[in-house]
C-alpha cells in the first residue's frame, strides 16, 4: 500500500433545508474543481433565523484530498 499525502481545505455551505444539505452543496462544489476527495469533517455548524424560524443552514467542513 503506497503512502498519501492529503491536503485540506475548509469550505462552508448553506442551506434553506438542513445541515446535510449544507454539507452536500460544499462537497458538490468541491468537486468541481478538486479531484480525490477522500473524507470530510464538520468543524462547524450554525444557522440564520428570521422572523423566529431558521432561514438557513451554514456548515464548515474541512475536505481532504490526496496529492497527486
Known amino acids: 500500500m503506497p ?3 492529503y ?3 475548509e469550505l462552508t455551505g448553506s ?3 438542513s445541515m446535510e444539505d449544507a454539507v452536500r452543496v460544499a462537497i458538490d462544489r468541491a468537486a468541481k474543481t478538486i479531484r480525490n ?3 470530510f ?3 462547524d ?3 440564520y433565523v428570521e422572523d423566529s424560524k431558521i ?4 456548515v464548515t467542513v474541512k475536505i481532504s484530498f ?3
Open 55 to 58: 432561514s438557513y443552514w451554514q
Open 3 to 5: 503512502n498519501h499525502v
Open 15 to 17: 442551506s434553506p433545508t
Open 66 to 68: 490526496t496529492v497527486e
Open 45 to 47: 455548524t450554525r444557522g
Open 41 to 43: 469533517e464538520v468543524v
Open 37 to 39: 476527495m477522500r473524507w
Open 7 to 9: 491536503k485540506s481545505i
